[in-house]
């Protein structure tokens, strides 16, 4: 590699290098103040009782946090010697600690330090949403974002749960997820190459960094 990484915004990509190397994209996450407005209103009004507030606190963490960055279903195989083979598919759940829910019921205001702290935890603090390469930086990641606008202008006819596989990955995970382009960026490192190197390092940064949305 050569020199020190690129940091992009969504809105710059026109100006990215045209050399080989391999790029990231990341994601700044924003709770706005009207969700935290009704946030704290709506479990202050249900903190009697108890089972209510947490049901609650879930759903809003899920919606407002986790559910972006859930993974799509796996596909399993368990097979034994001799015994039964079970197939099928297991869903990522990531789900809030009970001792967070019950902190944030107890005081509701705590979402608000952590909607501040996470809005500019990335990169240092999240793992990439994807990680890839290309001859020519500025072409790949035009042709990214490319595709994530035409599939938010598709939306005005068709909604994010009609967005195929075949739509091409990383740009439907972006759409049909809710992610805003606007909070999209992009870290950028030039490879001097001799044939194809490109391919080594980005084979190895996806098994080393498993990015959200990666298939590698």
């Known amino acids: ?7 992009l915004a969504y809105t710059d990509l026109a100006t990215a290098p045209q050399y080989s190397g391999v ?16 946030f704290e209103l709506r479990v202050n009004e249900k903190k009697g009782d108890r089972a209510q507030a ?7 963490l899920d919606s407002l946090v986790f559910k972006k960055y859930r993974e799509d279903d796996y596909q399993i195989t368990l097979r034994g ?18 001792s967070l829910v019950d902190r944030l019921i107890d005081d509701p205001t ?3 330090v952590i909607a501040e702290s996470i809005s500019s935890a990335a990169p240092f ?6 990680i890839g390469m290309a001859r020519n930086l500025r072409e790949r990641l035009l042709k990214h ?19 195929k596989d075949g739509d091409v990955g990383f740009a439907r995970q972006i759409v049909a997820r809710g992610f805003d382009p ?13 044939t194809n190197e490109q391919v080594d390092v980005e084979s190895i940064l996806n098994r080393i960094n498993f990015p959200i949305f990666g298939r590698n």
């Open 110 to 112: 705590r979402l608000r």
């Open 145 to 163: 974002k490319q595709l994530i606008d035409s599939l938010y202008d598709s939306l005005k006819s068709r909604s994010a749960l009609e967005i």
């Open 182 to 194: 606007m909070s999209l960026f992009v870290y950028v490192h030039k490879i001097d190459v001799r």
């Open 1 to 7: 590699m050569s020199g020190a990484p690129t940091r």
């Open 54 to 60: 947490f049901a609650y606190v879930e759903e809003k």
């Open 23 to 38: 790029y990231a994209w990341y994601s700044s996450l924003s709770i706005w103040k009207s969700d935290l407005d009704e």
């Open 81 to 98: 010697p001799l015994k039964p083979k079970y197939e099928g598919e297991a869903k990522h759940i990531p789900p809030a600690s009970n």
């Open 125 to 130: 603090f999240t793992a990439p949403l994807y």
